[in-house]
Nanobody
Framework: QVQLVESGGGLVQAGGSLRLSCAAS????????MAWFRQAPGKEREFVAA????????AYADSVKGRFTISRDNAKNTVDLQMNSLKLEDTAVYYC?????????????????WGQGTQVTVSS
């Protein structure tokens, strides 16, 4: 059984920063792709960022490029999302996800395990 637990969400003013963290347990994740998705009220869950096991060449949604940075620590089975220059439209529940293999996936159906989510609210 795989468990993913997110932390670090909260309330922040526009232009501010937050760092999300996801701790994985149950299996060794060194050969898995880890990602972040988000879901705003009334909208579908959308891809934010992903990182393959090597930690190289991360993938980002266009809406967060240049503002968000994904990183992972395979020894600790963690994946973080550093979010800078936050905008009102970044408000959402953020989910950590894991998929088998070392290729990127951009849709929810491509991921095998999910965390419970952490709320990020950006205020004006």
């Amino acid at each position: 059984q795989v468990q993913l637990v997110e932390s670090g969400g909260g309330l922040v003013q526009a232009g501010g920063s937050l760092r999300l963290s996801c701790a994985a347990s149950g299996r060794a994740f060194s050969s898995y792709t880890m990602a972040w998705f988000r879901q705003a009220p009334g909208k579908e869950r959308e891809f934010v960022a992903a990182l393959i096991w090597s930690g190289r060449s991360p993938a980002y949604a266009d809406s967060v490029k240049g503002r968000f940075t994904i990183s992972r620590d395979n020894a600790k089975n963690t994946v973080d999302l550093q979010m800078n220059s936050l905008k009102l439209e970044d408000t959402a529940v953020y989910y950590c996800a894991v998929r088998y293999g070392s290729t990127y996936g951009h849709t929810t159906g491509e991921y095998d395990y999910w965390g419970q989510g952490t709320q990020v609210t950006v205020s004006s």
